[in-house]
């Protein structure tokens, strides 16, 4: 059963195992798969996201829409396609890998270890956000442009992966069209 399990990985991105996502998160996290989102809609408005004060780590530190894990032998855009409406009370179309190779390790305040390979993706939203409250503590759209200019000001006010994205990222490469040129 692949219930709640994560995908370990080598250094070059090889699954090698899987372990319980319940678990894997500890002060010496190993590599595993994830996925995080950028939800824009046809505003140019990006949805960032306050974590939940009960997440284990990096609680009620803004973010990016929504992150996750896939589960074994599952593809990322049908990982991406699960966790949107649990975790925002929607559903997502238009999905662009915008950092296919993106990875990071951080370390937060409690000493966990995030320490995962994480493409990252724009989609556009479909519906209404109703985020669930164990995950999501706040939300807000705003503009593209605004966000970048906040992060650039106050990276200690998001969350690590966050900025390392946006610091790979420009606005335009969330702005862009689905099917246009890149990855």
Same mark, same amino acid.
Request: hydrophobic share 40%; net charge negative; charged share 20%.
């Given at each position: 059963?692949n219930?709640?399990?994560?995908?370990?990985?080598?250094?070059?991105?090889?699954?090698?195992?899987?372990?319980?996502?319940?678990?894997?998160?500890?002060a010496?996290?190993?590599?595993?798969?994830?996925?995080?989102?950028?939800?824009?809609?046809d505003?140019?408005?990006?949805?960032?996201?306050?974590r939940?004060?009960?997440?284990?780590?990096?609680?009620?530190?803004?973010?990016?829409?929504?992150?996750?894990?896939?589960?074994?032998?599952?593809?990322?855009?049908?990982?991406?396609h699960?966790?949107?409406?649990?975790?925002?009370?929607?559903?997502?179309?238009?999905?662009?890998?915008?950092?296919?190779?993106?990875?990071y390790?951080?370390?937060? &305040?409690?000493? !966990?270890? /995030?320490?995962?390979?994480? %493409? @990252?993706?724009?989609?556009?939203?479909?519906? +209404?956000?109703? $985020?669930? &409250?164990d995950? !999501?503590? /706040?939300?807000?759209?705003? %503009? @593209?442009?605004?966000?970048?200019?906040?992060? +650039?000001?106050t $990276?200690w &006010?998001f969350s690590?992966?966050?900025v390392?994205?946006?610091?790979?990222?420009?606005?335009?490469?969330?702005?862009r069209?689905?099917?246009? &040129?890149?990855?």
């Amino acid at each position: 059963m692949n219930a709640d399990l994560v995908v370990l990985t080598d250094e070059s991105g090889a699954p090698t195992g899987v372990a319980d996502r319940t678990t894997v998160h500890t002060a010496d996290t190993p590599l595993h798969l994830a996925f995080s989102c950028h939800v824009v809609d046809d505003a140019g408005r990006i949805l960032m996201t306050r974590r939940a004060l009960s997440k284990r780590t990096w609680p009620g530190v803004w973010t990016n829409s929504f992150c996750g894990h896939p589960r074994p032998e599952e593809a990322v855009p049908d990982a991406i396609h699960r966790y949107a409406p649990r975790e925002l009370g929607f559903g997502v179309a238009d999905l662009r890998c915008v950092l296919p190779g993106f990875r990071y390790r951080a370390v937060d &305040a409690s000493g !966990v270890v /995030e320490n995962e390979i994480c %493409p @990252v993706f724009t989609a556009r939203p479909v519906g +209404e956000v109703r $985020p669930a &409250a164990d995950e !999501v503590a /706040e939300h807000t759209w705003s %503009p @593209v442009v605004d966000v970048w200019a906040a992060v +650039e000001r106050t $990276p200690w &006010a998001f969350s690590p992966w966050f900025v390392d994205q946006v610091s790979q990222l420009t606005p335009d490469d969330l702005l862009r069209p689905a099917g246009v &040129a890149g990855v």
